[in-house]
């Protein structure tokens, strides 16, 4: 099986990303978000190892890119806690910074500036998950994630380094994070240029975790989510009139603070001012090069 694959091979009428290939570092995550979407189809999520062969399989893979963007990672987060010692998302830049690529970061670590001597090489971008500016709300949410003020600072440090940064405020649960004024505010202010934004998603185990943490919250949203909502795939979303209320809320923020915008996987496309994933801030590459690995 492939280590680099196209995104979104499903081809899903609500993902408006523009073509690109991903792949994962590592299987699995260990921030534990209570929201995650993937711990439903990926066995023992919580628990980290990196993929089998990562680097020989990368290498030899690599060698083929032509200009393609690679997105750094779309099913699990490429800087796991583990990464800080281990270091093999780094390594896997090191391979991708020799090669003919455009490379998106998609991450909740604010471990990513670490490596900003790398994607300085590439044309890159940075897309940190921020789904609240309250630390304390983020605690319970993503128990062991960075907390957001770290990624805040992170946007920020990056931005001086030359690196582009997008935010992705995702999922929003209407009563716990839905008033992101204050949150996009101070990212317009580090230097972020663009927002993507996207609703809770129910799936039977985060729903059962949302409403451990947030019984009261998850009660109230029952109605919106199982008599009013939107079935699509093995997920429940929010009803379409409610999810573009909600996000043109949020989409006239950013227009306010002349930050791009876009949507993720809701159907509502007409809401974006800009490609959806941010992917539009990677600069282009100024000439065409023969990877080295080749």
Same mark, same amino acid.
């Given at each position: 099986?492939?280590?680099? @694959?196209?995104?979104?091979?499903?081809? @899903?009428?609500?993902?408006?990303?523009?073509?690109?290939?991903?792949?994962?570092?590592?299987?699995?995550?260990?921030?534990?978000?209570?929201?995650?979407?993937?711990?439903?189809?990926?066995?023992?999520?919580?628990?980290?190892?990196?993929?089998?062969?990562?680097?020989?399989?990368?290498?030899?893979?690599?060698?083929?890119?032509?200009?393609?963007?690679?997105?750094? @990672?779309?099913?699990?987060?490429?800087?796991?806690?583990?990464?800080?010692?281990?270091?093999?998302?780094?390594?896997?830049?090191?391979?991708?910074?020799?090669?003919?690529?455009?490379?998106?970061?998609?991450?909740?670590?604010?471990?990513?500036?670490?490596?900003?001597?790398?994607?300085?090489?590439?044309?890159?971008?940075?897309?940190?998950?921020?789904?609240?500016?309250?630390?304390?709300?983020?605690?319970?949410?993503?128990?062991?994630?960075?907390?957001?003020?770290?990624?805040?600072?992170?946007?920020?440090?990056?931005?001086?380094?030359?690196?582009?940064?997008?935010?992705?405020?995702?999922?929003?649960?209407?009563?716990?994070?839905?008033?992101?004024?204050?949150?996009?505010?101070?990212?317009?202010?580090?230097?972020?240029?663009?927002?993507?934004? @996207?609703?809770?998603?129910?799936?039977?185990?985060?729903?059962?975790?949302?409403?451990?943490?947030?019984?009261?919250?998850?009660?109230?949203?029952?109605?919106?989510?199982?008599?009013?909502?939107?079935?699509?795939?093995?997920?429940?979303?929010?009803?379409?009139?409610?999810?573009?209320?909600?996000?043109?809320?949020?989409?006239?923020?950013?227009?306010?603070?002349?930050?791009?915008?876009?949507?993720?996987?809701?159907?509502?496309?007409?809401?974006?001012?800009?490609?959806?994933?941010?992917?539009?801030?990677?600069?282009?590459?100024?000439?065409?090069?023969?990877?080295?690995?080749?």
């Amino acid at each position: 099986m492939p280590l680099i @694959s196209r995104f979104d091979p499903w081809r @899903s009428s609500l993902c408006t990303c523009p073509p690109k290939l991903t792949f994962n570092p590592y299987t699995g995550c260990d921030h534990q978000c209570l929201y995650c979407y993937a711990s439903s189809y990926i066995q023992n999520f919580q628990d980290i190892h990196p993929k089998k062969e990562l680097l020989a399989t990368l290498k030899r893979e690599a060698a083929k890119l032509s200009g393609e963007t690679i997105s750094l @990672s779309n099913s699990s987060d490429p800087y796991p806690r583990i990464e800080a010692s281990e270091g093999l998302t780094r390594r896997c830049l090191e391979v991708l910074a020799e090669c003919n690529c455009r490379i998106q970061i998609i991450t909740k670590s604010n471990l990513v500036t670490r490596d900003d001597d790398l994607l300085s090489k590439v044309p890159a971008t940075v897309a940190l998950t921020i789904t609240t500016g309250d630390d304390n709300l983020a605690r319970i949410i993503e128990p062991y994630a960075p907390p957001p003020s770290q990624r805040i600072r992170a946007a920020q440090d990056l931005t001086k380094a030359g690196i582009p940064v997008s935010v992705r405020i995702d999922p929003i649960i209407p009563a716990l994070n839905d008033q992101p004024q204050k949150l996009i505010s101070e990212l317009a202010s580090v230097g972020v240029k663009h927002i993507t934004a @996207s609703t809770y998603k129910a799936k039977p185990d985060n729903w059962t975790r949302l409403t451990h943490a947030f019984p009261k919250v998850m009660e109230q949203l029952k109605p919106l989510y199982f008599q009013q909502g939107e079935r699509v795939g093995g997920s429940v979303l929010l009803p379409k009139d409610y999810r573009f209320k909600l996000l043109k809320g949020v989409r006239d923020l950013a227009v306010d603070c002349d930050l791009g915008f876009g949507v993720c996987r809701e159907g509502l496309a007409e809401l974006n001012t800009a490609a959806c994933d941010g992917s539009w801030l990677m600069p282009k590459a100024k000439e065409a090069k023969q990877c080295r690995l080749a």
